[in-house]
Structures are given as structure tokens and as C-alpha cells.
């Protein structure tokens, strides 16, 4: 049966199964036939024959034949029982090596344990018990591993009391005996994990086996996946990766869709031997001597992906020979597509070092891009943006009404001075009143009817005044009703959303717009429909005093005397004056009221630049584990030098002190630019041509000189960190808080992380990302293709001299898993297929065999 070949890959395993060689079989008609094809129909790629006390060698060499035609690998094993130990014997199990000799390992059994009183005392093969720790060393001598019943299964090591210590002993010299637990049902693993382990300083890796004795009702309690090659060298690796290499469960674990993995690649270039190189779903690793096509292999994969990164940072030619390649490169996904335009991560060599460097904000840049990918945080810094391109334009227009407000202001000044000095004017006026009333003295009318026409003549006046600024009102709102009071930009806001809603919402702001622009020129009309009365009933006034007889008679009387006449119109002119420069002031009074109020709104909404980040600054942060991103408002003191630095002139010892005064706190800065913006208000500063002073206010206030950035922490502040704990950082920061599931390609992260970093930190991370997404690395590290768990090793070489090819092309590569294992063969002369993985992995990667080592060594007992 030809299965494509991927490395480590989960499948049902079966490692403990009866034939009709165990006594207590229930079905002697089950052939061996029937029982590779009742195992092939439940999916069992490999199973251990485990019948009690036995190894029929006959019939497993031959079960091993007829496994191999449909898949199957089977394992020898036999099944013991211990002495007694308090309630019930246990039951354990040992398991060996598919490529054993069966004989030699079966005699040994046979004829140095209590086994051989059943051929030399003929006991029964229930009758006998076999020594726990005598038995298991001669497993373990002979090469097998051994598996125990545990947890409620009958006959398990949790027979054994814990009301004596010396029992709880017995458990815990058993426990560094064993390979494996096999449970009687999966809710025991709870105990063990909680309990067990922790107080034996021992993670055993659990099993759940059929211990069927017929073919026939086959059946499982659960499905027991082992991720590894289906050989006994494979099942040893679980001893290795207890935790990361066995699961109990329904479903195939870690299964991802077709569309987030890369199932193979084909290159057809005339520089590679055509090979088609199958990919696991989790982590593959490609290893080689220097420029032996790793990186070009990995390159051509993303740049075949549409990546948009360099594949070697300022290297023209070996881009130029990627893209060759690409022309040449097949990628087809789990799904069975050939797609180029699925997404991919590809991190090239010195990315994160370059990203940590930070030296064009690359690393900012891709903070925005992660808070970004959270919708909230999106709507966050999107509202931010358009607040600040918003406040931008009302700063601008609010300083342009500000030194409008001051020209009018001064303006009004100088009216004001025009018309007089307002004591000499009243002293004037007194004057002429007096004159006036000596004429009066002189005049054929009496006193009290000069009362009342004076009287009548200043409310005329009065009126007369009042109609002049009515009137003035009413051409002020007809200017004003023309105006929008919407925002006209607001619309181009909706670019972000999509129909219908983005439809429905301009709908609504037009009908809105619309309403509210005819509600705002209606109540205008109003407003002069109101003055227009007033006017109506000024004038209505006004005609009643002229028919007024008093009044009459007294334009009759005086405007008869030239002499009265004269003095009357210049005191008349007096009274004007007099009057022009109180609205004068009462105008005065609002404008300097404006200018108030208008400064403090311009210094409020620069403010608000930096209050808005702090007001969203705890929304838009993030944390993951032990790495926290932290948003944070920063002032971009340059920006604000370069402002000044071209426009103020600094020939001047006040200019110079403008534009280096020292900034520590964000309150020094908000103090130097307002201290700024009220010298050039006052126009006391000097400035360049082509300046003036509105135009400096403005650039400097409507311009937001505060940004969004970002605090990492991890452990630490990032600015604190090594370089290479940096660089680990950065990664993190690309997986961890990234909602891709896409695969992920990254080439010799090691070269940007120390040696610490890689091992405790790199290793655990990668092993627990590879179960989200499929990871495809170059590295020359072995912590990181066997301290990772690589399920899948891609090894390159380059055609040489002492490192030839087949068929002599330049580039060639093959894959297997760690466990695949095959000594140094000096007849074979291609390099690639000399040797096994492993031995590739320990010659290739320096410290590659204390990597395995140290592997191996991880969970034993302290």
C-alpha cells in the first residue's frame, strides 16, 4: 500500500490486542487475515499483539505480512501478569521493536522468567505470575517498552493500597520502571495529571487500548491518536514528548482546514532533482549545510505566495534567482487546490531584528496593524484619525475667526478714536445745550411745550438710531442664512462601511442635512421677519411724533431760526456721536468676550489632541500570556522644532529662546505653546518671510503633534530588552496576537536570538503554535527541529564534490520525521540517502545529538 509520506502524523494506535493465541480468546475461527481487515476497517494504523503470556512468532511475522498490504504496522508484544501485590495481580505489557528478532527475544522471555514453569511444570498460562521489576529490565534489555494497566482498568497499578507508605513507594519505583499508563477510561486521566504526576515529578504518557479478544466486535472506548512515524521507533518518541504526542479523543487532533496548509510543493527548475516535497500539517523544518537551498526552497514558497517581503534583505541577485524558481514552483494546499493568492507569513532572515531596531517605525507600523485587526480597536483609532483630521480644520478655522476678531477689534478702536474723545464730546454737547436753551429763552413757544418737543425730537432720534442697526441686524442674518451648518466632509466618513448600511446612513444624512439646513433658513426668516415688525414699529413711532402738534410746531418754530437750527443739528450730531460710541462699546465688549472665549476653545481642542489617546489609550491595549502591548499618547517633539525652527527668525536673543525653550513634561509643552500662541497674538514675535502670524498659529496648533505608540512588555520594558530577546518579542508579536490562521514561513529565527532565548523560550513557543497553525522554518539550531518536536525534517543539500546528488542537480532535498533513523551507509554515495534523518540532524546541526539528549531526558523522574 503506497501512503504519502509526511513525518510525524497522528493515527489510531492499538497497543493492546489479543489473537486467538492468547488463552482466553472468544473466537478460534478469526483468521489472521480477519484480523488486518477488521483492524483496517476501524482505521488502526498500527496494533500491538499482546496475547497473555505468549508470543506466537509464527503468527506475527505473518500478521506483519498482511499488514503491510493494507497499511498496518504490527508489533510484537506479550502480556504479563505481576505477582501478587494486596488485592489483584497487575497486568502490564511489553512491546518491541517491529524489526526485532522475534525468536531471540521470545526464548529470552520464555526460558529467564516465571514463563518457563509453563513448559517445564505445565502450569497454566493463567497461573502464572511474572516478577514486576525482574521482568520489566529484561523487557527493557531485549529493547521494548512497557505499559501498564492504571487508573479503574482491572488488574491496575492502582491496586496497590496508599494506606502504607512503603506501598506509595512501590507506586512511585513502578513509576520509573514504565513507559506507559493505559487507562480504563478516559476520565481517569484527570487524576493523574492533577494527582499523580506532580507527586511522582513524572509526566507518563497515557494510552487507551481495545484489549479486544475478538476480531469480530472490535471496539474502542475512545480513539487513542499517536502523532509519530507508524513504527516502534515512532512510539518511542511519545516516551520523549508525553505531553505533545498522544491524545484520547473522538476527533483527529490538530486537524486544520485545506485551505490553512500547504499540502506539497513541486519544483520543476533544472537546478533541483524533481521532487514533489509532501508537508505536515504542524512543523516542518528545513535543515542543510551552508547555501545548500534552504532559504531558496523557503523563499520561493512565499514569494510563489505573492509575499511582499525581500527574500534576502539588499540582495539583487539571489532575488533575481528566486523569481526563476517561482516560474518553476507548484504549490498545492491540503484541499487539494493549486492557489497562489492564499495568504501566507514569511519572515525572512533579520526580520525581527530589523523590525526590532524600529529605525523607520517599521515596528509601530505593525503594532497598528494587530490592534487593527480587532474590530472595536479598529472603530477606536479610526475615530481618533478622523477626530484629529476634523479638529485640524476647526483649530484652523477658529484662529482664522480669532485674528478676524482681533482686526475687528482693532478696527473698532479706531472708530471709536475717530469719532472723538467721548468727554470732549459730551463737554460739547453741553455746550451747545446750553445755547439752545438761551435760544429757546428767545423763542415765541412756552416752556412746557419746549419740554415736550425735546422730548418727542430725542425719542425720534432714538428711534431713528434703532431702525439704522436694525436694519444692519437684517443684512447679517441674510448673509448668515446661506451658510451650511453641517458637517460637508461628514460623508466621505462612510467610506468604511458597505451597503446597504453605507446607503441607509447617507440617506439618512442627507434627508437630516436637508431638514436641518431648511430649519436653519426658516428660523432665520423668522428672526427677520421679528426685526422687520420692530422696524414697522419704530417708523409707526416715529410718524405719531411727527403729527404730534408740540412737535409740529416746534420744527416750525426752530428750523425758522437759522441760528437755532444750526446749533440744534450740531448738537444733534453730538447726540449721534455719543450714541455710535456706546454700540461702539457694547460691540467692543463682545469681541474682546469672543476673543476669550474663542483662545480657550483653540487651547482646549489642542489639547484635546493628547486627552482623546489617554481617554482610549486602555482600550487599545492588548495582552497575551506574558506579553502586553500598552497604548500610550507620544509628543513628537521634532515635528514641533522643525515648525519653529522654519518660521520664527533666531537672530534675535527672544527668538532663539522660542525656539529652544526646554520641554521635560507634556505640560512644559502645552505651557511653551500657548505662552507662543499669546506672543503671536500680541505680534511679539519676529518671523521669517513669508510668515505671519496667523499662519504660524495655525500650523503650530492645528497640527497634531501627538501620535498613538505603544509600550511591549514582556518580563520587561522592550526599549530594556537584549537585542535578542527583542527579536523573540517581535516574533511573538506577529503570532501571538495575530488572528490569521494562515501558514507561516520563517527563515533561521535563531540567527536574532541568543542561545537562552531560543532553548526556554523559542522551542515552547513554536511547539505550542505549530497546533494552530502549520509553521515551515529554516534553521541551522537543533533545539529547534528536535526541541520543537519537528514532525516533518526537510533536508538540503548542494551537489559537490564530497556532497553528490542524484543525478548530479545542483539542489536536492528529502523529509522524514525524527524518528526516521538509519546509520551511515559509505556504499551509498549520494549524501542525501546515506543516512537516516536523525543522523542528518546530529551531523548537519551542531549539538544535534546533546539536542536529542536532553530531549530524551526532559520528563524523567528528579
Known amino acids: 500500500m503506497n501512503e504519502i509520506y509526511r513525518g510525524s502524523e497522528w493515527r489510531k494506535w492499538d497497543l493492546h490486542f489479543h489473537t486467538p493465541s492468547s488463552y482466553d480468546y ?84 520464555e526460558n529467564k522468567t516465571a514463563l518457563f514453569g509453563i513448559k517445564s511444570e505445565s502450569k497454566k498460562i493463567n497461573e502464572v505470575y511474572c516478577v514486576l521489576k525482574d521482568t520489566i529490565e529484561l523487557i527493557k534489555e531485549l529493547g521494548g517498552i512497557v505499559t501498564i494497566h492504571a487508573g479503574s482498568k482491572t488488574n491496575s497499578v492502582e491496586n496497590i493500597t496508599n494506606s502504607l507508605s ?56 475512545e480513539n487513542c491518536w499517536i502523532k509519530a512515524d507508524k513504527t516502534f521507533e515512532g512510539l518511542q518518541q511519545v516516551i520523549y514528548e508525553p505531553k505533545e504526542r498522544v491524545r484520547i479523543q473522538a476527533n483527529k487532533p490538530q486537524e486544520k482546514a485545506g485551505y490553512q496548509a500547504i499540502d506539497n510543493i513541486t519544483i520543476t527548475h533544472t537546478d533541483f532533482s524533481p521532487i514533489k516535497i509532501q508537508l505536515n500539517q504542524n512543523l516542518n523544518t528545513i535543515i542543510g549545510g551552508r547555501s545548500t537551498g534552504k532559504s531558496i526552497l523557503l523563499g520561493s514558497i512565499a514569494k510563489k505566495l505573492n509575499s511582499d517581503k525581500e527574500v534576502k534583505f539588499e540582495n539583487e541577485d539571489y532575488s533575481n ?21 492564499r495568504n501566507i507569513e514569511y519572515f525572512p532572515q533579520s526580520y525581527m531584528h530589523r523590525l526590532a531596531k524600529n529605525t523607520n517605525n517599521d515596528l509601530d507600523n505593525l503594532i497598528e496593524e494587530i490592534i487593527i485587526q480587532d474590530e472595536e480597536k479598529k472603530n477606536e483609532i479610526d475615530n481618533y484619525h478622523n477626530f484629529s483630521k476634523n479638529n485640524n480644520t476647526e483649530i484652523v478655522g477658529k484662529i482664522n475667526k480669532l485674528f478676524q476678531t482681533l482686526s475687528d477689534f482693532h478696527k473698532l478702536k479706531l472708530s471709536i478714536k475717530d469719532l472723538g474723545d467721548e468727554d470732549g464730546i459730551n463737554s460739547e454737547k453741553a455746550k451747545l445745550t446750553v445755547i439752545l436753551e438761551e435760544l429757546r429763552s428767545k423763542i415765541q413757544i412756552s416752556e412746557d411745550e419746549i419740554k415736550i418737543y425735546n ?18 441686524q437684517i443684512l447679517k442674518l441674510n448673509s448668515l442664512k446661506g451658510q451650511s451648518i453641517t458637517n460637508d466632509n ?29 430649519a436653519w433658513s426658516a428660523n432665520i426668516d423668522g428672526l427677520v421677519l421679528e426685526l422687520q415688525q420692530q422696524i414697522l414699529q419704530l417708523n409707526l413711532f416715529n410718524n405719531q411724533i411727527i403729527e404730534n402738534p408740540i412737535y409740529a410746531k416746534g420744527v416750525s418754530v426752530f428750523n425758522n431760526n437759522e441760528q437755532y437750527k444750526e446749533i440744534e443739528e450740531k448738537l444733534k450730531i453730538q447726540t449721534n456721536k455719543l450714541f455710535e460710541i456706546g454700540t461702539f462699546k457694547t460691540q467692543e465688549k463682545a469681541l474682546i468676550e469672543q476673543y476669550s472665549q474663542i483662545k480657550d476653545t483653540v487651547k482646549n481642542d489642542f489639547r484635546e489632541y493628547y486627552n482623546r489617546i489617554v481617554s482610549i489609550k486602555e482600550k487599545l491595549s492588548l495582552k497575551s500570556d506574558k506579553l502586553e502591548i500598552k497604548a500610550k499618547p507620544t509628543l513628537s517633539l521634532n515635528k514641533y522644532r522643525e515648525i519653529l525652527q522654519s518660521s520664527i527668525n533666531q537672530q534675535s536673543h527672544k527668538g532663539q529662546e522660542i525656539v529652544n525653550k526646554p520641554i521635560k513634561s507634556y505640560e512644559d509643552f502645552f505651557s511653551a505653546v500657548f505662552e507662543l500662541f499669546e506672543l503671536l497674538l500680541n505680534n511679539e514675535v ?42 523573540f518579542v517581535v516574533l511573538m508579536l506577529l503570532l501571538d496576537f495575530s488572528n490569521k490562521d494562515c501558514p507561516i514561513l520563517i527563515d533561521q529565527p535563531e540567527d536574532d536570538l541568543d542561545n537562552r532565548a531560543i532553548y526556554n523560550e523559542l522551542v515552547t513557543y513554536i511547539k505550542r503554535k505549530k497546533k494552530e497553525r502549520q509553521i515551515i522554518i529554516v534553521t541551522h539550531n537543533p533545539n529547534i527541529a528536535v526541541g520543537a518536536d519537528s514532525e516533518l525534517v526537510i533536508v538540503s543539500n548542494q551537489h559537490g564534490v564530497n556532497s553528490p546528488n542524484k543525478g548530479d542537480f545542483k539542489f536536492d532535498y528529502i523529509q522524514g520525521s525524527l524518528e526516521m533513523t538509519k546509520k551511515k551507509d559509505e556504499k551509498i554515495k549520494e549524501t542525501l540517502h546515506s543516512q537516516g534523518i536523525r543522523e542528518h540532524v546530529c551531523e548537519i546541526l551542531e549539538g544535534g545529538f546533546e539536542a536529542f539528549k536532553k530531549r530524551e531526558l526532559r520528563y524523567s523522574i528528579h
Open 321 to 341: 534567482y528566486v523569481s526563476q524558481i517561482v516560474s518553476n514552483l507548484k504549490v498545492t494546499w491540503k484541499d487539494g487546490i493549486e492557489n497562489n493568492e
Open 26 to 109: 472468544q473466537d478460534g475461527s478469526v483468521t489472521n487475515q480477519d484480523i488486518i481487515d477488521g483492524l483496517f476497517e476501524n482505521n488502526i494504523s498500527v496494533v500491538a499483539v499482546t496475547d497473555h503470556h505468549i508470543i506466537d512468532v509464527d503468527r506475527i511475522k505473518e500478521l506483519q505480512e498482511l499488514g503491510k498490504e493494507k497499511g498496518i504496522t504490527v508489533l510484537p508484544g506479550i502480556e504479563f501478569l505481576a505477582e501478587l501485590r494486596d488485592r489483584e495481580p497487575i497486568h502490564y505489557i511489553g512491546i518491541f521493536s517491529e524489526e526485532s528478532n522475534l525468536e531471540t527475544i521470545w526464548g529470552q522471555l
Open 455 to 472: 422730548s418727542l425730537i430725542q425719542q425720534y432720534n432714538e428711534n431713528f438710531n434703532k431702525i439704522t442697526i436694525t436694519e444692519n
Open 490 to 518: 461628514l460623508e466621505f466618513d462612510f467610506v468604511n462601511l458597505i451597503d446597504p448600511t453605507k446607503t441607509a446612513l447617507s440617506d439618512i444624512y442627507k434627508n437630516l442635512k436637508t431638514q436641518f439646513q431648511t
Open 166 to 221: 512503603h506501598s506509595i513507594a512501590q507506586k512511585i519505583d513502578i513509576a520509573k520502571l514504565v513507559d506507559f499508563y493505559e487507562l480504563g477510561k478516559i476520565e481517569d486521566k484527570k487524576g493523574y495529571l492533577e494527582i499523580v504526576f506532580p507527586a511522582i515529578k513524572k509526566h507518563i504518557p497515557m494510552i487507551i487500548a481495545s484489549d479486544n479478544h475478538n476480531i469480530r466486535k472490535y471496539s474502542l472506548k
Open 686 to 727: 519676529t518671523l521669517k518671510g513669508g510668515f505671519s502670524t496667523a499662519s504660524v498659529a495655525q500650523k503650530i496648533l492645528s497640527t497634531n503633534l501627538f501620535k498613538i505608540t505603544y509600550d511591549i512588555i514582556y518580563e520587561d520594558i522592550f526599549k530594556q530588552m537584549s537585542e535578542g530577546k527583542k527579536a
